[in-house]
């Protein structure tokens, strides 16, 4: 029987990190929560990604961020570099990771810089166009996910709203 390098019957595990090897957990923590902010799922592979990203540092393509992670793993168990390469394109497409193309058409990958900016998101009362902020970070949390799902990045956000009528002058049937 053919012995294949890149299949493997068990998923890589955060446990087959050699110790000392691999990134800080508050970096990779980091990571994960600006992945789960734009809707991504934190996976296993995910996460020993991110230890693979910081490890192989800035500018690393597909190739040396699969070779850091073969490195770093006991046993051999590093994702394939078709998981990889799906997983990096993800993370690009949610403005996690930055992907630079060098002149001789290798894809280079960094960090992208955190975006510090708050989303303003607005109340407009649809009758009077009066404008209500609202400070609510689920409400911010929730349209940043809602936008990212559709390949965006939510800056800011306006809502029409309709008065809620006064309890007596409702029209129940």
Same mark, same amino acid.
């Given at each position: 029987? %053919? *012995?294949?390098?890149?299949?493997?019957?068990? /998923?890589?595990?955060?446990?087959?990190?050699?110790?000392?090897?691999?990134?800080?957990?508050? *970096?990779?923590?980091?990571?994960? #929560?600006?992945?789960? #902010?734009?809707?991504? =799922?934190?996976?296993?592979?995910?996460?020993? %990604?991110?230890?693979?990203?910081? #490890?192989?540092?800035?500018?690393?393509?597909?190739?040396?961020?699969? =070779?850091?992670?073969?490195?770093?793993?006991?046993?051999?168990?590093?994702?394939?570099?078709?998981?990889?390469?799906?997983?990096?394109?993800?993370?690009?497409?949610?403005?996690?990771?930055?992907?630079?193309?060098? /002149?001789?058409?290798?894809?280079?990958?960094?960090?992208?810089? #955190?975006?510090? &900016?708050?989303?303003?998101?607005?109340?407009?009362?649809?009758?009077?166009?009066? =404008?209500?902020?609202?400070?609510?970070?689920?409400?911010?949390?929730?349209?940043?996910?809602? *936008?990212?799902?559709? &390949?965006?990045?939510?800056?800011?956000?306006?809502?029409?709203?309709?008065?809620?009528?006064?309890?007596?002058?409702?029209?129940?049937?």
């Amino acid at each position: 029987m %053919l *012995a294949f390098s890149e299949h493997r019957r068990s /998923p890589p595990a955060l446990n087959q990190i050699r110790p000392g090897m691999g990134a800080s957990h508050s *970096a990779v923590r980091r990571l994960e #929560e600006r992945s789960e #902010e734009v809707g991504i =799922k934190m996976t296993d592979l995910r996460r020993i %990604l991110f230890h693979g990203l910081l #490890e192989a540092g800035p500018r690393a393509t597909a190739v040396e961020i699969w =070779k850091t992670l073969c490195r770093i793993m006991e046993h051999g168990h590093a994702p394939s570099q078709g998981s990889i390469q799906r997983n990096l394109n993800l993370l690009v497409a949610r403005d996690i990771l930055r992907r630079d193309v060098s /002149p001789d058409r290798l894809w280079h990958y960094s960090i992208a810089p #955190e975006r510090r &900016g708050r989303l303003a998101v607005t109340f407009v009362e649809a009758g009077t166009g009066r =404008k209500i902020p609202c400070r609510m970070p689920e409400v911010a949390a929730l349209l940043r996910r809602a *936008a990212a799902e559709h &390949g965006l990045a939510a800056q800011a956000a306006a809502i029409t709203v309709t008065p809620v009528p006064a309890t007596g002058d409702a029209d129940i049937r």
